[in-house]
């Protein structure tokens, strides 16, 4: 039985969610934590955290929505941090791949959701693109946990993240021939990952260049259960073993 830590089911991707979580359920994923962008994503990760059991949901507002949100989209994100199917503060984080421009917005907007998962106790779901040292650097000033998803760093970064208590990510992008991941991941100790989608985004191979879905965390397991030479039953325990340590799941 697998997880799905990362993944963005909304309509405006899949036309039919109900197949999409059962086509999963059918590959032996049978839960998802579904992580929201901004106030319409978030709502409707609530709506479905409460359609269907196997879901859980993040919320939160990520770094591209930077220069559109208002306060009282953080307030949106206040007031529902008490469901109990809400059990993160996510997608957040830093993204200057695309520009830097708006770094100081961008931390500005990361600072108070790090703020609200300190208050509240609820663990972080972090995206970092191109901005290890300012990701880790705010990181270092809340007391929080979490997850940097979609980890594709250097081993000393690695190891950076686990030292501050967070767990890493594995999608898709280590099945890509192109990528060296496999190296980073080989010296990192299992009981630090968890597995990923980031569905729609990322399919893993054989399957790159069609939509993803969470029933590809298979493909993904199956992966890096060869490459640290352990079964996959084994890597489902692990892994589920992580969640728990982390989420309220
Ligand atoms: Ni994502």
Same mark, same amino acid.
């Given at each position: 039985?697998?997880?799905?830590?990362?993944?963005?089911?909304? =309509?405006?991707?899949?036309?039919?969610?109900?197949?999409?979580?059962?086509?999963?359920?059918?590959?032996?994923?049978? =839960?998802?934590?579904?992580?929201?962008?901004?106030? !319409?994503?978030?709502?409707?990760?609530?709506? $479905?955290?409460?359609? &269907?059991?196997?879901?859980?949901?993040?919320?939160?507002?990520?770094?591209?929505?930077?220069?559109?949100?208002?306060?009282?989209? $953080?307030?949106?994100?206040?007031?529902? #941090?008490?469901?109990?199917?809400?059990? *993160?503060?996510?997608?957040?984080?830093? %993204?200057?791949?695309?520009? +830097?421009?708006?770094?100081?917005?961008?931390?500005? !907007?990361? /600072?108070?959701?790090?703020? !609200? *998962?300190?208050? &509240?106790?609820?663990?972080?779901?972090?995206?970092? =693109?191109?901005?290890?040292?300012?990701?880790?650097? @705010?990181?270092?000033?809340?007391?929080?946990?979490?997850?940097?998803?979609?980890?594709?760093?250097?081993?000393? @970064?690695?190891?950076? &993240?686990?030292?501050?208590?967070?767990? #890493?990510?594995?999608?898709?992008?280590?099945?890509?021939?192109?990528?060296?991941?496999?190296?980073?991941?080989? %010296?990192?100790?299992? %009981?630090?990952?968890?597995?990923?989608?980031?569905?729609?985004? #990322?399919?893993?191979?054989?399957? =790159?260049?069609?939509?993803?879905?969470?029933?590809?965390?298979?493909?993904?397991?199956?992966?890096?259960? %060869?490459?640290?030479?352990? +079964? !996959?039953? /084994?890597?489902?325990?692990?892994?589920?073993?992580?969640?728990?340590?982390?989420?309220?799941?």
């Amino acid at each position: 039985m697998f997880t799905d830590t990362h993944c963005h089911i909304y =309509r405006e991707y899949y036309n039919n969610i109900e197949e999409i979580i059962n086509l999963a359920k059918e590959k032996g994923v049978n =839960r998802f934590i579904n992580n929201g962008c901004d106030t !319409l994503s978030n709502k409707e990760v609530l709506k $479905l955290t409460q359609e &269907y059991k196997e879901m859980y949901g993040a919320i939160g507002i990520h770094p591209e929505n930077v220069l559109e949100y208002s306060e009282d989209d $953080l307030k949106f994100i206040e007031d529902n #941090l008490y469901n109990n199917k809400i059990i *993160a503060i996510g997608e957040i984080g830093l %993204d200057y791949h695309y520009t +830097k421009e708006n770094k100081d917005e961008q931390i500005t !907007l990361f /600072e108070k959701q790090l703020s !609200l *998962a300190e208050k &509240y106790q609820i663990p972080v779901i972090i995206h970092s =693109r191109d901005a290890t040292l300012d990701t880790i650097n @705010t990181l270092k000033k809340y007391h929080v946990k979490g997850v940097i998803h979609s980890f594709s760093g250097s081993k000393e @970064t690695a190891s950076e &993240y686990i030292k501050m208590g967070f767990l #890493l990510g594995i999608n898709g992008v280590i099945t890509f021939k192109n990528a060296n991941l496999k190296d980073v991941y080989k %010296d990192i100790s299992l %009981d630090n990952i968890i597995l990923e989608t980031d569905s729609p985004y #990322l399919t893993p191979e054989p399957y =790159r260049g069609s939509q993803n879905n969470s029933s590809h965390i298979i493909e993904i397991a199956n992966f890096v259960a %060869d490459l640290y030479h352990i +079964k !996959l039953e /084994e890597l489902a325990k692990i892994t589920n073993e992580n969640i728990y340590k982390l989420f309220k799941i």
